[in-house]
């Protein structure tokens, strides 16, 4: 609520309007002003290479959020003087603080979400244009490498919008027809991953039989309407602006901004058809794979997993251990803790319906295994990843 003595502020909001994390962006910036008071605030229709409105050099505003184009336009935002907070890693953030997203823990998802589908031949497609695409891909590579895994990977050295695109699949195909088979390729964005698809397509290769594909931003028109559908990992833009307006607003109450930069963990993987399939030769530990991501949260445990298998639990341990490197026990485990963490990140369920939902038959039983596996109460799980407000 706005209280009494809050003061309208004049405040510039240089953000797209044409992504979806752009415009979960500005979702957090009006959840923060729900809470704490109105702006007011410029906002209009724009694409990422938008200039800004003329009338910005002369302004007599108080603040300004941004995610910037070029170096242009950050010397401009710069010369006006006044507190702003950049959103957009690049190149050219100038002398702004910055808040956005943990592109090294986007990599690390990603590279989790493909081995823990069985794949240890991997490849990564990425842009050099970009610091934020090359920490995907960094990280992507040493997560893939810390676990036992291969990777290789394929740069474009300009921007993911190509003036030449039918040499740009050409080389692209040539690229995934030399990858070994199966390979579960991350792209360092959604539409990398469109490429990669149009190309399997092309080549007349199964999606996800021999090439798994992630993305990542989560872009729901690309996901959507690419074939198959696009696994993607989900940014958290409503987290960013909600932080990039508390930011900005104690900058314009006079507060130093500080320095380092204020990073936002992505929600998780979205998981659609183009990365829904396991890469697991051994037809029992596929078998049982498939069963514990479809029942574990059900009340599956590794007795009825035998029973349905028809296999003996030291069968059954040994041979997964073998290929995912864990015993039916943790799988089911990993699979129920992911339920519960997007439940607890994503819904305002209680405690007590999650429990109910994932499989545990007291909501103690999940504080205490919470507890063990992550050393914080569900409670204090919620409110580190939350969006706030």
Not at 180 to 192: H, R, T
Not at 236 to 241: I, R
Not at 265 to 291: C, E, N
Request: charged fraction near 30%; glycine fraction near 8%.
């Amino acid at each position: 609520m706005k209280s009494r003595g809050h003061r309208l502020r004049k405040v510039a909001l240089l953000i797209e309007t044409t992504r979806s994390y752009t415009r979960e962006i500005l979702s957090g910036v009006r959840r923060f002003l729900s809470a704490r008071g109105p702006w007011s605030a410029f906002l209009e229709l724009r694409a990422l290479e938008s200039t800004p409105p003329e009338w910005l050099k002369g302004w007599d505003g108080e603040g300004i959020l941004t995610r910037t184009y070029n170096r242009r336009m950050s010397e401009l935002i710069d010369a006006i003087g006044i507190p702003a907070v950049e959103l957009r890693s690049t190149h050219f953030r100038g002398v702004r603080p910055f808040v956005g997203m943990d592109n090294a823990e986007v990599g690390r998802l990603a590279a989790e979400h493909l081995l823990n589908q069985g794949y240890r031949e991997m490849a990564v497609y990425g842009l050099r244009s970009e610091l934020f695409f090359e920490e995907r891909v960094r990280n992507f590579i040493s997560t893939v490498r810390a676990r036992g895994g291969v990777c290789e990977q394929w740069m474009e050295e300009d921007s993911d919008r190509t003036e030449d695109w039918e040499g740009t699949q050409e080389r692209l195909m040539g690229w995934v027809r030399g990858l070994p088979k199966p390979v579960g390729v991350f792209a360092a964005n959604d539409q990398l991953a469109v490429r990669v698809l149009d190309a399997c397509r092309r080549l007349d290769l199964g999606v996800p039989e021999d090439v798994a594909v992630l993305g990542a931003e989560n872009e729901e028109t690309l996901c959507g309407f690419a074939t198959p559908a696009l696994s993607s990992v989900a940014l958290d833009g409503e987290s960013v602006g909600y932080r990039a307006a508390e930011l900005l607003e104690r900058m314009m109450e006079g507060e130093a901004p500080g320095a380092g930069e204020v990073l936002v963990p992505p929600r998780g993987v979205v998981v659609r058809a183009s990365s829904d399939a396991f890469a697991i030769t051994d037809r029992l530990v596929a078998s049982a794979a498939r069963l514990i991501r479809e029942n574990a949260t059900s009340g599956l445990n590794v007795a009825e997993l035998c029973r349905r298998l028809n296999a003996s639990r030291s069968t059954l341990d040994r041979r997964m251990k073998a290929v995912m490197q864990r015993t039916p026990k943790a799988e089911i485990q990993r699979v129920r803790f992911m339920e519960v963490e997007r439940l607890l990140r994503d819904t305002d369920l209680t405690v007590e319906e999650i429990a109910f939902r994932t499989g545990f038959a007291h909501s103690q039983y999940l504080h205490a295994a919470f507890w063990e596996l992550r050393r914080m109460t569900p409670g204090q799980f919620r409110k580190k990843t939350q969006a706030p407000g």
